[in-house]
């Protein structure tokens, strides 16, 4: 059976004691000056996995949410998430984005959902942005083939990636 706790006494935490252990232990790196900080310029993107929505090929449906960026007074991104883009995938590519997911939540040991790494993804193609149009034009010009055409499409993706990959590999860390 359980101790009986006295009534005046304020009930064990561990949160608590382990947030004011922390904020204890070590004074908090300073805040990174507003002026280091450049507005977004694609716009930011949620994923939102449609209710079992599969479309007549057998593709799994996924609708993309792009937030409109609205900057504050201090010159942040504002606002709520209600621009909606849309991905088709098949099942094992969207069985294997949400292994990599779960693997990334294990290795984290945190939830994590497909939202926040897709989001994280903008975040880097914003990040390089330059990168990317010095390395597309850089490329031999590419023709974006017909959706029909899958064998096509999936080299004209893979030539994306490339540039894409470059582009990454050449931009600044990001800090």
Not at 110 to 139: F, G, M, W, Y
């Amino acid at each position: 059976m359980g101790k009986r706790v006295p009534i005046d006494e304020k009930p064990f935490n561990p949160v608590e004691a382990a947030l004011i252990r922390s904020v204890m232990a070590e004074e908090p790196p300073p805040p990174e000056p507003l002026a280091r900080i450049t507005p977004p310029t694609i716009g930011d993107i949620h994923l939102a996995k449609e209710n079992e929505a599969q479309e007549p090929n057998g593709n799994t449906q996924l609708r993309l949410l792009r937030r409109e960026i609205t900057p504050s007074p201090q010159g942040l991104p504002d606002g709520k998430l209600n621009r909606e883009k849309r991905v088709l995938l098949t099942q094992p590519e969207e069985r294997e984005l949400e292994r990599l997911v779960n693997r990334l939540a294990g290795e984290l040991s945190t939830p994590v959902k497909l939202s926040h790494l897709l989001r994280a993804c903008v975040t880097l193609l914003r990040h390089a942005e330059n990168q990317i149009a010095d390395q597309a034009r850089q490329a031999r010009p590419l023709i974006r083939p017909s959706n029909g055409d899958t064998v096509a499409l999936a080299d004209f993706e893979q030539r994306l990636a490339r540039i894409l990959s470059a582009a990454f590999r050449d931009a600044a860390r990001i800090r």
